[in-house]
Each structure stands twice: as C-alpha cells, then as structure tokens.
C-alpha cells in the first residue's frame, strides 16, 4: 500500500499515503479533518460558491481506503463535518453514500470544534477513545502518551514540494486533513513546533507515503 | 468644436510655446462621441486629451464632475495633477483637479463620493469601485467627458477590458458622454479605436506628427557579455560612464529580480556616489513615492527600474534610456525609449545592452527593427469572460439590474460586442448559482431573480465583492520589514512561495540592499540590514513577455547571412564556435541537439517560437517522454529554445515532434498540465470564485483557503462542462499556452527536424543552464527523486 509503517507506545501503525492511518491489529481506520458540507458552509455564509463536489470526491477516497483495508472499525477524528448544519445540508446522495460505508462495522464519530455534538448517522459519538495503548482526540494535549490527533492540517515541505503530512513523535501522531477542501498548516508554526519532540518525522502523502525529519525552526 | 478662451492664447504665448496642430485637432473635434489621439512620446499629448476640458471648464458654470481620467498606472495619475495644476493655477482657472486611487486616504475618497471634483485623475481599478457603489449615478452626474492616456498599454490587458465594461456602465449614466483615446505609436489604430469605440457607433482616428527617428546605439563595452544570464553588470563601468555624461538616465530591466542584482552592483562600483535609485512594482510605496519625489526634484542621475515606469511619466530631465537585457518586443522598446528627451521634435536617445551573447543577436535585430520602422504586435481577441462575470458582480454590488439592458450595455463595448446572448446568460448563471451542472446552491444562491430584476441575495455581500475588484492576480506576497521594537520600516514584498524556503540566517536582495531574514511575524518578514554577504535573489513572478514572432524572424535572419561584420567580434566568434560544433537554428528546419551534462540527459530544442510557445512546447515534450518511459525530470524555456533533462536520452528526438500525434495529444495534455492550473487560478479569482487572500486573512498563518489546484481537478472530475474551464481553456491558449505558435513552428519546419548529438554542451545551449523558471516534471522520475531526497534528509538527521 505504499504506507509508512511506525509504531507509537508499542502499537504497530501505518500511515497510508492517502493521508488514513492504520492500525492492522486492531482492524481500525482513523481519518481526520474530513470537513464534509465544507462548500455548502461557504455558500450559506454568502461567501463564494465552491464546486459542490468535495463532498462527492472526499467519500470516494475514504471508499477506496476501506476497501483496501477492510477495517472492522472506522474512526473519524473530528470535524467530520464543516459544521452541524452541514450535517443537514448534505444532499441525499451523499448522506446514503456515507450510510453504506458505515453499514456492516463499528463506525466512531469522535467530536471536533466545527463539529462540537452528535449528528443525525449513527455510530458511536465520542469526545474521545481510548484503546490502549493508544487514545484518540481531535486536539493534541500537550504531555499525552499514544495519542493520536487531527485538527491541525499538517503540511510539511521538501524542496519545492509542499504537501499534507502526518507528523509523528515518540509520544504522538497528529495525522493530516483527509477532506479534499482542506487547507494545511507549515510545520514551522509556533504551535506544531512545541508539539513535537525530538526526532520527530513529517511522513508526506502523496503516490508513495514519505518521510522526512520534521523541520525546525 | 470648442474654441479656446483668449485667457489660453495668453498663456501659451507668456510661454513662448505655440498650439501643436495635433491639439488644435483635438479641440476641433472636441465633440466626438469617440476620439483616439495617436501621437509619439513627448508630444504634448496629455495637454492636447485636457485642453477641451480646461476651455469648456473656464467659465465656471459646471457644476461636479467633468472629466475623468483614466492611467494605468497610480504613479501617473499623481504626475498628471502636478502637471496639470501649473496651467490652471497660473491662467486662474475655477477648476478642481484631484486623483483617487488605492493609494488615497479613506477620508479624502469618501469626501470625494460626496463633493467630486471637476477633473478626477484614477485608474480602471478605483473606477471599478466607483461604479459599485449604490450612489455611482450620483457621482457621475454632469460627466462630460473620458480621457483614457496610455490606451495602447490598458488595450492589451484584462485591465483594459475590465475599464471598456465600465465606460459602458458610465456612457448608460452620463447620455452623451464622449471618450477620448491617447496612445503611442502603434502597429494597429485601428484595432485600438475598435476597442475604445461604443458600438455600434465608430471612433475617430487622430495622428500627431510622429517626430523624428530615435537616436539609438548598442553600448559598446570593454568586457564582452557573459555566455549567459540576465543581469547585466559586466556593463556597469560604462553605464557609469554614460549616467556621468548625462543629466538623468532611467537603466530599464526586463524583471524586478534582474533590477534588484543590477541595483546592488551598480551602488557597489558606484564610486563617486551618483545619486542613483530603483524602482520596480515590488517595493513599498514609501520606497516608491520618495524615488518619485526625487525625481521630480531632479536629484536623481539615474533610477534603476522595471515596466513600473514604462508608461508616460515626465520625470522632467530624462536624456538617457538604457535597456539593459533584449527588448522582447519592438514596440515597447520603440515606446521605452520615447521616455528620453520630452521635447517634441527632438529625437529620443537611448543605449541597448544586451546581456549575454545570446541578447546581443536579438539587440542587433531588434535595432535593425527600429530603424525599419517595423512594430510588432498580435491582433487582440475577445474580451475574457472571467472579467465579464467581475463586472455583472461589481454591477450587482451597485444596485438591482435588468439582465436584459445589462446585455445591452456589455456588447456596446469593443471587447465584448462580439459576445452572445447565450454566453452572456452562461456568465450570469455562474455569477447567480455557481453554473454547475449539480445544482446544489439553490438556496443560497449569490444572486436572485425577482420581478425580472436581479439582485444580491445578502445585500452585505457587497462589501465582498468590492474587496476582490480587480483584473490582476499577482503570485501570493508577504511583506519584507526591518526588525526593530516598533515594527520596523516596510521594504517591499517577495513571493510567499520564496518565502517559504527562507530559514533564519538567510541573506537575500530587496530594494538594492541585502537584508538578512530573522523570522515571521504575523505574516510580515523580518529582517536585519547586512552588507557584504553574497544574498540570495528574491523570485517575482512578474509577467514575462515573450519575443515578438517578428523579432524571432530577424534573428533567424541575421543567423543566415554570411557577413556578420554587424555583430561585435566576441558575438560572431561564438556563433561561429556553434557552427562548428553543431548547427544554426534555421528558419524552416528544427535543430535538435542532444548531451549529457552533470550526470543526466539533456535535449534542447531551438524552436524560436517566444518563451510561452517554447514552455508549452516543455510540458508537451515532456509529457511524450513520460508516456514512452523516459522519465523527463524537468525543463526550462526561453524564447529561442527548450532544455529538458531527465534520466534517460530520447533515442529519435524527431519521433517526438510528429506534429499530428503532437496535435492529438494537445487536448488530453491541455486538461492537466501546471500552465492551466495558474490560468484557473487568475480566471477564479477574477470571476469571483475564490477570494483574493488579503493581509489579514492570513495573519493567523493558518491557510484557511486551500490551493485552488484542488478546485481545478475537482471541476476537471466532476464538471468538466463549466464555464470556468472553458475561460481557463481560452485564456491559456491566447497567453501562457500559446499554442498557435508551436502550430506556426511546425507549419515553418514541415518536419525537417535536425537532431545533433554531442558529448557535451553546445555554446547555444550553455546560457539556459543559467534560466530562472525550471518547471518540474511531475511524474515518476520527481516521485524517485523526492524519495532519494527524503532518505538523504533521514540518513544526515540519523533518522534512518
């Protein structure tokens, strides 16, 4: 699958270069930062008026990482949706797509800030889980073990190639936005760099999953 | 037909001067709905646009806005007003002049809405603005008149079909609005008064007397031009030389980066401190206006700048014009050196100074050029529909409107009067519904429909729209200032994408001096003035122009004859050297050479066809390669040749130019090549689609938008029916594409295809190692390479 294979407090991880990440033992999918309705959400604030497609295109991949992996658990790491009204705004098709991904294994919503509650799909609504050795949260903590996390849209870059990337220390992995209409964030702002440790990898995404050390400042 | 006040006769004759017959002219057919004024350089041309203004003002009987002016550029604007405030104040004119551009104060530009003056001085953005405020009919009640200075310039940009819209706009206000035209000498007038003309009505045509013929020289110098590069400074002792002997020289340069190397070098050798300053569209304002001031003043011997003052400016004492680097385009060179001497009937003088050998070639040609009296030019198409959709916003911030008088008013303007009424709906639907073929915006829709009238959804968006106005997306900037506990002085701005490989301790060029980068602050760059280390060069991204097919012809012209007693020796040695060692580029044949060089495979393609043709032609080559599996890793394109590299050498280079499979191969390639996602962006950004990302919504250096390359390849997925793709589409092919001259290259060389292969580099074919501009080739050897890259990082880290 052309991942990058690691292992955080002792689990076995693969950071998939669609931006997914694996745990095989576990049978787990995690995807963060979906962002679903996000061009809906634009278009009811009056901004402008994105092509409606991103929600269409971000379940397409996430249908190809399932049927790769086959995962009995999906785990969605918050801000799954751009908003709780772009829960309500997806169209038909979209909300039946989603409901026949999640049919036949446990499907995880876990809360992020644009998505602070439950939604009307099923599946488990978590602020969040905990499955030793590992536990999952939207927002890193600053002194957590296992942890892995989403929100903040890691991007890292080598030469003249920026893209979105896991970054992963021996205590954490914040894996990148999976939506398609997500932006990212350098890994040279203030707040990653306090993140993460010493020896830190940034695992760019892409045909081949990439890594990289974590550049600092 | 107005005649002049004796207050005028007075005047001119305190003067000693005498009305030039071309501005008896103008105010002999001061009444014409539609006038264009073609006239050289120093010609008395922006008097001859304001006399019948200043007459049909002298009474003191009109009430609020008279005239309007129209510049392309702010820095004109502000000369114009000082230029025209001498007259009126000295014959006691009742006349208000002010000028209103983004540089003016919010206070100043909201008294000015309210109480406008008799003669406003703006460009075709803060017109644009203008006319999307509610109270625009109030404003340009009483407007008499528009005069549009340097049309030939505005008629070959978006910007120029952004203000044709608006004059449209203007002329449905002010019933009997007449527009006037000034240009420089051109290769068409007619095309021009086709452009400013409301049709179906016509425009006049003027010609002033041209003058006489420029004084014009390539600057010999000691020091022959290096093999390659762009900057110019073997020439800087006798640029030296020449500013001493001259009162004002302006040192023109082709790029801002070129500018900042030459201005650095300059200063280093300059040693006895001749006042000199720069000046180029990437440094701040308050850089700017102090160069300006001082220019003014006389203060200045030389000003080191770019196409920021290519556009008539009177800088006073202006004797001397150099080019540094191949004038690109005779026309503009001709215009450029119309800059010296702003006496009529005095001829202009000017130096060329080629470069690198290669320019020299093209400073001869384009000499030869000049004095033939031949101007180049390409006959300008359609007006863009992206400006089109701007426009229907902007007229949409302004008021409720009738899709039907809308139409009617579009198609009066020259650009779009070819335009349909299918089209213009296509435009209004994307404006109102987003125009995709899954209707999902129904509910919040940017535009609604009632009782036949359009109208804004939200009437707050307004404030949106106005923020986006505009036709001229730049590459993302960030501010450069020094560091200091206040916030220090603003420098200038370089490209974000530049930016980004910047790391603490870095040394790179902004205004003449070298800075040294210290971190990010809210988005601002931080640096630290620092001498003497040798400083990286900042990358912009300004446009490009590419050799005019014309000038493209001469060279290969001069190439053929015998007798290059013409040439200076050092020139005619190494032409001679690469005929020895391989061929001459010719006329009706393609030369092809092959070599490897530093490890990899090289192939350069002498295709003379303008720098955009020849990039299209690298991403086409390339492309080719990469599907027979030769793995092109990039390439890089000047307006005589392309160079590509990659891991493996073409085995027949003349298989890749069968020009049917090339043809065929065009619309697959077109969809998805790098040229067509920069076009989209400026289409999307100038159609509304996707806003213009302001200062202080990146603050948080967070990217709350996202790279508009997704938007593309989602539309190109799902939609591929939309009407920004097909403006894309159009807009790549008339610019960046430029298909039609791969097409007129490969009609010349018919498929004689010369493929020369060496053991090392041809003398031709040295200066484009040195190109600015490599374009990667994004495909399988880049993958392979970016993995050995990150397994290099991990090993230096000990990370693997």
Known sequence: MNGFD????????????TGALWWAEAGLLAVSDLHLGKSERLARRGGTMLPPYEVQ?????????????????????????????AVAGLNAVAAQWLTRLMAGRKWIWVTGNHDPGPTQFDGTHLAELRRAPLVFRHIAEPCAQGEVSGHYHPKARLGRISR????????????????????????????????????ALAVLTGATATPIPFPRN | MTTLPPAFDNWFTSRGWSIHPHQKAMLNRADAPALLLIAPTGGGKTLAGFLPTLAELADGNHNGLHTLYISPLKALTA?????????VAEMDLPIRIEDRTGDTSYTKRRRQRA????????????????LSYEDAPRIFAGLKRVVVDEIHALSESKRGDQLMLCLARLSSLCPGLRRVGLSATVEDPEGIARFLARHP?????????????????MLRTDAPPPWAGGGGSHAIPAILEQVRQHRTTLIFHNTRAQAEIFFHALWLANSDNLPVGIHHGSLSREQRERVEAAMVTGELRAVVCTGSLDLGIDWGDVDLVVQVGAPKNVKRLVQRIGRANHRYNAPSKALLVPANRFEVVECVAALEAVRAHTLDGTPRGRGPRDVLCQHILITAAAGAFDPDALFAEVTSAGPYASLSRTEFDACLDFVATGGYALRAYDRWQRLKCTDGVWHLRDPRAAAQIRMNIGTIVDAEMMKVRLKNNRGGAPLGEVEEAFAATLTAGDTFLIGGQVVRYEGLREMVIEVTRRSGASPRIAVFSGTKFATSTQLSERILGLFRRADWSGLPAHTARWLRLQLQMSKLPEHDRLLVETFPHEGRAHMCVYGF????????????????????????????ATDYATLIWGLD????????????????GFETWLTGNAVMKRTFRSAAVIAGLIERNTPGRRKSGRQATFSSDILYDTLVKYDPGHLLLAITREGALKGLVDFSRIEEMLDRIGGRIDHVALSRVSPLAAPLFLEAGRVPVDGAGQERLLAQQAQSAMQAAGLA
């Open chain 2, 649 to 664: 050498l073409p085995p027949d280079p003349a298989a890749l130019f069968d020009a049917k499979a090339m043809r065929d």
């Open chain 1, 6 to 17: 690691f292992s955080l407090s002792g689990a076995a991880l693969t950071a998939l270069p």
């Open chain 2, 79 to 87: 000369d114009i007003r000082r230029n025209l405030a001498a007259p």
């Open chain 2, 609 to 636: 066809a303008g720098r955009n043709a020849q990039q299209t032609l690298g991403l086409l080559l390339t492309q080719r390669m990469e599907e027979t599996g030769l793995r092109p890793l990039g390439f890089v």
């Open chain 1, 164 to 199: 979105p990337a896991f970054l992963i220390d021996a205590d954490r992995v914040i894996l990148p936005a999976y939506g398609t209409y997500t932006g990212g964030l350098r890994c040279r702002d203030r707040t990653l760099q306090g993140l993460m440790g010493e020896r």
């Open chain 2, 115 to 130: 109480d406008p003056p008799h003669i406003l001085l703006t460009t075709p953005e803060s017109l644009a603005l203008l």
């Open chain 2, 201 to 217: 009505g016509q425009c006049e045509i003027l010609h002033a007397d041209p003058g006489p013929d420029p004084d014009i020289a």
């Open chain 1, 57 to 85: 295109e971000t379940l397409s991949r996430l249908e190809a990482d399932i049927a790769a992996t086959t995962p009995d658990t999906v785990l969605c790491l918050g801000d799954s949706f751009d908003d709780l009204d």
